[in-house]
């Protein structure tokens, strides 16, 4: 059988061979020693299905890098880039075009608040490191906190900020940057026994941070609504909305950082609507448009938009609002709209997701945890649930992941990895029938995991 790119499997085969060989002969990869590397192929995708370089389809649990918010090729969006491309491809920043300001007016439309200012990058990190540059340009002050368990990026002041392992090799000491702990009740640094605890506890330790460092030198507090890469910590009550205080008192700018949070997938069209607090600024990219063509962007409130009313904003990018990319934007939020996207993560998460994971950690010893909300769930495997010692240490992996992993790929299954979690991220477009396919699947893999539990 042909895959959905019309390839036959032995075209296929041929053309991933080939495709494998240059590979490894001439791309360097991200985050990776290159010797070991075996990547592999994929030859086509569609919805919620990926195909490798031997025809074998695989669901994918991962949505890629968490970005495949649409799904693969969805028709809409492939058909506006196909439009566009026949009219415009490319165009210099300083000119209008109409991609750009209708994918502006359109994200506009799902900020909160008045965030309605839409600066465009090509990604995500360089949606951070503009957040942080207008919010130091702001305040007049250097300093960024930023929380232990993140991720934001991987240019230099986007990696700093990142509280992982990434930042080490390419922390110098000067970045400005001053990590603190958010909460995280599961592995409570604060000797906390419940949600509301932690939330007191977290916030009165961002207080003390303040407080230690001064007030007067903090521009912006930088944190992932809900942190994705790091563990998938949903804030507690109260939390954000603390934090929102402390920003208030101290005249500090608040970043959101909604680069994997937004755009439908937690299943509100930000993150930070599942609390009800507004931020100053939002950095976005992935499932803007499900990075069909690479595109970020940060949107702004009035007031800090005002600082550059009459004073030269000092940063620019060649791509910035792409037609190809902001038209992808543009069919990406309308195709949302009209075939109920959102909602339809809210409901896989609250229907299908939430209560079928709960239900594997009620079977299989080696679940310490699950959480999340939307399409967006991370799964905790530990040794041992008295102790909660992660079944890999963090920043590394073991043999219990590795093994555990590869025998839900082999089954059919992509899932996302990091450390001793996996993380169960499909499309916002995933159907009933395709995750209870993928939480069967994982059922069977995780009994690898639970030969390692002590
Ligand atoms: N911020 C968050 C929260 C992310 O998850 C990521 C990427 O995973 C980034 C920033 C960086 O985005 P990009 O890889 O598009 O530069």
Same mark, same amino acid.
């Given at each position: 059988m042909s895959l959905p790119n019309g390839l036959t499997p032995d075209t296929a085969r041929a053309q991933a061979a080939r495709a494998y060989e240059l590979d490894r002969k001439h791309v360097f990869h991200s985050w990776s020693a290159q010797a070991a590397l075996k990547p592999m192929v994929i030859s086509a995708a569609q919805g919620s299905y990926v195909w490798d370089g031997d025809g074998n389809r695989l669901l994918d649990f991962s949505s890629q890098m968490v970005n495949t918010n649409i799904g693969h090729q969805h028709p809409k969006v492939v058909a506006a880039i196909q439009e566009q491309a026949a009219k415009l491809c490319t165009i210099a920043p300083g000119y209008v075009n109409d991609a750009r300001s209708e994918?502006?007016?359109?994200?506009?439309?799902?900020?909160?608040?008045?965030?309605?200012?839409?600066?465009?990058?090509?990604?995500?990190a360089d949606a951070?490191?503009?957040?942080?540059?207008?919010?130091?340009?702001?305040?007049g002050r250097p300093k960024v906190l930023a929380r232990y368990r993140s991720y934001h990026g991987g240019t230099e002041t986007a990696v700093n900020l990142t509280g992982d392992p990434?930042?080490?090799?390419?922390?110098?000491?000067?970045?400005?940057?001053?990590?603190?702990?958010?909460?995280?009740?599961?592995?409570?640094?604060?000797?906390?026994?419940?949600?509301?605890?932690?939330?007191?506890?977290?916030?009165?330790? =961002?207080?003390?941070?303040?407080? /230690?460092?001064?007030?007067?030198? +903090?521009?912006? $507090?930088i944190l %992932?609504?809900?942190? *994705?890469?790091?563990?998938?910590?949903?804030?507690?009550?109260?939390? =954000?909305?603390?934090?929102?205080? /402390?920003?208030?008192?101290?005249? +500090?700018?608040? $970043?959101?950082? %909604?680069?994997?949070? *937004?755009?439908?997938?937690?299943?509100?069209?930000?993150?930070?609507?599942?609390?009800?607090?507004?931020?100053d600024l939002i950095t976005f990219a992935k499932g803007v448009n499900s990075g069909y063509v690479p595109l970020g962007g940060v949107a702004i409130a009035p007031h800090i938009a005002a600082t550059f009313d009459n004073r030269v904003y000092p940063g620019g990018l060649t791509y910035s609002g792409h037609p190809l990319a902001t038209a992808a934007a543009v069919a990406t939020v309308?195709?949302?709209?009209?075939?109920?996207?959102?909602?339809?993560?809210?409901?896989?998460?609250?229907?299908?997701?939430?209560?079928?994971?709960?239900?594997?950690?009620?079977?299989?010893?080696?679940i310490g945890e699950v959480r999340g909300l939307g399409v967006f769930w991370a799964v905790e495997l530990v040794r041992d649930r008295?102790?909660?010692?992660?079944?890999?240490?963090?920043?590394?992996?073991?043999?219990?992941?590795?093994?555990?992993?590869?025998?839900?790929?082999?089954?059919?299954?992509?899932?996302?990895?990091?450390?001793?979690?996996?993380?169960?991220?499909?499309?916002?477009?995933?159907?009933?029938?395709?995750?209870?396919?993928?939480?069967?699947?994982?059922d069977q893999a995780l009994t690898i995991a639970d030969g390692y539990t002590t």
């Open positions: 994918a502006a007016r359109l994200i506009a439309e799902h900020t909160p608040g008045e965030l309605n200012r839409i600066f465009f990058t090509n990604a995500g951070v490191e503009h957040a942080v540059r207008m919010a130091r340009l702001h305040t990434r930042r080490w090799p390419n922390d110098h000491g000067n970045s400005g940057v001053v990590h603190f702990f958010g909460p995280f009740l599961y592995r409570s640094q604060f000797y906390a026994g419940t949600e509301a605890e932690e939330s007191q506890r977290a916030l009165e330790h =961002l207080e003390q941070t303040i407080a /230690l460092e001064g007030p007067d030198t +903090i521009a912006a $507090i %992932e609504s809900v942190p *994705g890469t790091a563990g998938i910590m949903v804030p507690p009550p109260g939390y =954000l909305a603390g934090v929102r205080e /402390l920003c208030d008192r101290h005249g +500090i700018v608040f $970043i959101a950082d %909604e680069v994997m949070a *937004g755009f439908g997938r937690t299943g509100k069209w930000f993150a930070i609507d599942n609390f009800d607090v507004v931020p309308n195709a949302m709209r009209e075939e109920g996207i959102v909602e339809n993560a809210a409901d896989i998460g609250a229907r299908v997701i939430g209560p079928g994971l709960r239900e594997l950690a009620e079977r299989h010893p080696s008295e102790t909660r010692e992660p079944l890999a240490p963090y920043g590394g992996t073991s043999p219990a992941m590795t093994e555990t992993v590869a025998a839900a790929k082999a089954a059919g299954l992509l899932l996302f990895v990091n450390f001793n979690r996996l993380h169960v991220v499909p499309p916002c477009t995933i159907t009933e029938g395709e995750t209870k396919e993928g939480l069967a699947i994982l």
